[in-house]
């Protein structure tokens, strides 16, 4: 985990210097909707420190992906897709698609999706 980076977008929207509508903001996750959705309800939902991938996750931070996935649900009930449904997807690293270094989860719902996996 590491501090702020002033030339990660993701970092540059949590503090402020880019503009989003977040759905959900605390102090370890915020929840915004994706600039290019490709579901009616496209959410991102990250941490707000910097950390890169899945692979960066803190081993000795055993409850991280727990309180991540709960805050999931939380911006999920928030955008109105609780009980329609949603799907939860992370791209990590050049074969996953990653296109921003900054852990993040994709929140897809409010159409029905296709079948992916
Ligand atoms: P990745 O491919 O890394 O999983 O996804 C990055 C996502 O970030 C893309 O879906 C892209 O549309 C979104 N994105 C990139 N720049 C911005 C931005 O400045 N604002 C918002 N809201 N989303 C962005
Ligand atoms: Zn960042």
Redesign the pocket.
């Known amino acids: 985990m590491s501090a702020v980076v002033d030339e990660c ?2 970092c ?2 949590i503090g402020g210097q ?1 503009p ?1 509508e977040f759905v959900l903001k605390e102090a370890e996750f915020v929840a ?7 579901a009616r309800v ?1 959410l ?1 939902v990250m941490p707000t420190a910097h950390i890169r991938s899945l692979n960066d996750i803190d081993s000795q931070d055993a409850g991280f992906g727990q309180r991540m996935l709960s805050f999931v649900a939380r911006a999920a009930a928030v955008s109105g897709v609780s009980e329609s449904g949603y799907r939860v ?3 990590n690293g050049p074969d ?7 852990l ?1 989860l ?1 929140v897809l719902g409010g159409t029905l999706l296709g079948d992916l996996v």
């Open positions: 977008v993701f540059r929207i880019i989003a915004f909707p994706d600039i290019n959705p490709k496209h991102l997807i992370s791209n996953g698609g990653q296109e921003v270094d900054h993040h994709h």
